[in-house]
């Protein structure tokens, strides 16, 4: 059983174009994160979500929208992708928002062309 | 949240006790010190945390100084599948950023 799953593993797309990731956790956790991973590695935060109420909202540009349509999903939905737009999305869940331990998702591989 | 300082890169003989250092200089009394790690195109992996007692679970040891000032990672029979970055964070109680440093790669040798 995945705690934390993602899909698609990979995406492959054309610039301009707008996809969909999306993430799922069986842990009965109540807050959700989406990070990014550059191809220098560096971990940044992007958004979380508690209860379905987006609690952090790092400088993201418009063009990403998280949606949770219950707690137990957080999606990420890119519009108009860019070149730079390229990295690895992980997603991770934790019990409560006050700092609990973080379990992460495999990670969406996403290439822009 | 305070800073850390890792080595870039560490080697570790297969079967040895692998000892990763980290400074946090500038560590508050309201904050822990995290470790996680991440195998090579997997996601990170939680390790173990602690506050200023030393703490030990199936994974690793985290030995914390008296002043909290540095902290180190014990993994005590490296195998090769510790071969990872290794990330250790200092994290504010009630954050709930985990804010990723450029950790250390661990290389475990046969």
């Known amino acids: 059983d995945t705690a934390v799953s993602q899909t698609p593993k990979y995406l492959v797309t054309q610039m301009g174009n707008d996809k969909s990731i999306k993430c799922e956790q069986n842990?009965?956790?109540?807050?959700m994160y989406w990070y990014k991973q550059d191809s220098k590695k560096f971990l940044k935060i992007m958004f979380s979500?508690?209860?379905?109420?987006?609690?952090i909202n790092e400088t993201v540009p418009n063009r990403f929208s998280p949606k949770s349509p219950d707690k137990a999903h957080l999606n990420l939905h890119i519009n108009s992708l860019e070149l730079g737009d390229s990295a690895v999305y992980f997603c991770?869940?934790?019990?409560?928002?006050?700092?609990?331990?973080?379990?992460f998702g495999p990670g969406t591989r996403l290439l822009v062309l | 949240d305070a800073k850390t300082t890792q080595p870039t890169s560490m080697d570790c003989a297969e079967g040895r006790a692998a000892n990763l250092p980290c400074n946090h200089s500038?560590?508050?009394?309201?904050?822990?010190v995290y470790w996680y790690r991440q195998i090579h195109s997997q996601g990170p992996q939680y390790i173990i945390h602690?506050?200023?007692n030393n703490e030990t679970n199936e994974m690793a040891s985290l030995i914390i100084t008296e002043d909290r000032k540095s902290s180190t990672l014990i993994l005590p029979h490296a195998t090769l599948r510790d071969t990872a970055v290794y990330y250790c964070?200092?994290?504010?109680?009630?954050?709930?950023?985990?804010?990723f440093g450029t950790g250390t790669r661990l290389t475990i040798i046969p």
């Open positions: 991770a869940s934790s019990q409560g928002r006050g700092g609990e331990t973080q379990y």
């Open positions: 842990l009965g956790h109540d807050t």
């Open positions: 979500y508690n209860n379905k109420e987006l609690i």
């Open positions: 500038t560590i508050s009394g309201n904050e822990y």
């Open positions: 602690g506050l200023k």
């Open positions: 964070i200092v994290r504010r109680i009630g954050n709930e950023k985990l804010t």
